[in-house]
């Protein structure tokens, strides 16, 4: 997710892993279908709080990994399994002391905080997920 060019690590991992390797993949990605008006209300604001450059669907992982070569051996949404996350961290940054050293740092760290809800408000209408893929190279 934090990766500048998805598409281009998981090309370049290709090359470093060995025949039957298994790559295994989890990521925030967004929902398949998402229109430009979800993307924008859910989405932009965690890609840019959470300091990514974009954010693609467990379908576009997939058929990345097939073009590189790859069979999917797994993939699954377990959004479920993590969502929790947010309601802890939430919790965390009620601490005074986290503010204080993230208006000590600046505004990207601000706004890293500040997308925690935004995450998890996007994650609870299923428009980001948590995705887990994992892909053999044939």
């Keep these: 997710t934090h990766l500048i060019n998805q598409k281009k690590f998981l090309q370049n991992a290709t090359a470093l892993l060995k025949r039957n390797g298994k790559f295994v993949l989890g990521d925030w990605m967004v929902s398949k279908n998402i229109t430009n008006s979800e993307w924008n209300e859910y989405v932009k604001p965690v ?9 693609y669907s467990i379908s576009t992982y997939i058929k990345w990994f097939e073009e590189y070569g790859y069979i999917i051996s797994y993939a699954e949404d377990i959004t479920s399994h993590t969502i929790k996350t947010w309601d802890v961290t939430l919790s965390i940054i009620k601490n005074r002391a986290i503010w204080k050293l993230a208006y000590k740092e600046g505004a990207e760290f601000i706004n890293f905080l500040r997308s925690i809800n935004a995450i998890k408000r996007a994650m609870q209408n299923d428009k ?4 887990v893929i994992i892909a053999e190279k044939l």
């Design 47 to 55: 890609v840019g709080g959470m300091l990514m450059s974009n954010s």
């Design 128 to 131: 980001i997920l948590y995705g």
